[in-house]
């Protein structure tokens, strides 16, 4: 029942273990991807007997949050020696391999202590950064490349995209974030609700995210973290929004006549995803910024005059319509404070 009620809009999952405990019933398509957590010797040989089958997975993940005490904990350097191993192996088959899955910061007593080889002397790292820096510099010693990486920003919406960022600019490389949550369970589910939407919207749009996974599909008695309810088969308020969000896929057209919904954008520039309180619709987008815009891809199948009404709610303002750098129509909103309400224009 899980599996089916996620399919709808998720389409990989993981369990931090080299193969998975159970397996979606037929018919349902979510791809599972394998993960080495840290250095057990049985990790790397269940991996190899795993991809040995013929199953042949879109990726393994490598090492989880070496940077942090209680997960896989390993010097930088220890932690390029295994990766290299695990490189073997994915190698072999043909998988492209994704790690190490990195904590973003922690408190001294929780943090990793080793010679860094940058700094010539010891340090303790309480910050990603410095030890991704010691870890790339260790794999190439050892002669080997590494690709995409993975961060688990546990932030408000504004730090982690700020730290997702960061990450891609420091590293250059792709990431995914195979974990993320709000750290701050203390809100209301719809404050909760609203970070889940933007920070999902933020990575559904960000070019140097290539996967990002929730954490958690279901924490029984905590929906504040989880997809699923108590209840198999059943989605959290949580849950409902992963789903709905959409994607903002360059080659993905909207045909019109028909309804267009303001978050099925392209690219955007100053604005950010809400609930929406209109009648109809899962989301609206909203700015106080002069000049915020919204790029679309519309298929219009046959030329002519179209008439466009548009649902604006909020403070009053102009709102253009442009093709290109042709403006289509500009038109004044004048919207009841609290209210949605319809602005009314012709374009040819």
Known sequence: EDFVALSKGVSWWYNW???????PPEGVAMNFTPMVWGSHPDSLAGLERYLATGIKPQAVLAINEPNLRGQSF????EAA???AKVKKVTDRYGVPLVGPQMAIGSA???SITAPDPIEGKEVTYTFMVPYMKAFLHHARELGTEVGAIGIHPYANAGTLMGVTNLA???FKRPLWVTEFNNSDESPAMEAIRIYLMQVVDFMERSPSVERYAFFKERAAGRPKISLLADQPG??????EAYLQLPVHDPDLYYRIPGR???ENYVEMGQMEIWPTSDSDGFAHMTSNSTGAWLDYNLQVDEGGAYKVQIRVTGQPGNITI????QVLVSAKAEPVQGQFSTVEASIQ
Not at 17 to 23: G, V
Not at 322 to 325: C, P, V
């Open 260 to 262: 267009l919904q303001a």
């Open 17 to 23: 273990h080299y193969e998975p405990e159970e397996l």
């Open 108 to 110: 001294p007593g929780d």
């Open 322 to 325: 442009l093709r290109g750098d």
């Open 81 to 83: 020696v295994l990766y």
């Open 74 to 77: 390993l010097p930088p350097e």
């Open 168 to 170: 891609h600019n420091e």
């Open 234 to 239: 059943h989605l959290t308020p949580l849950g």
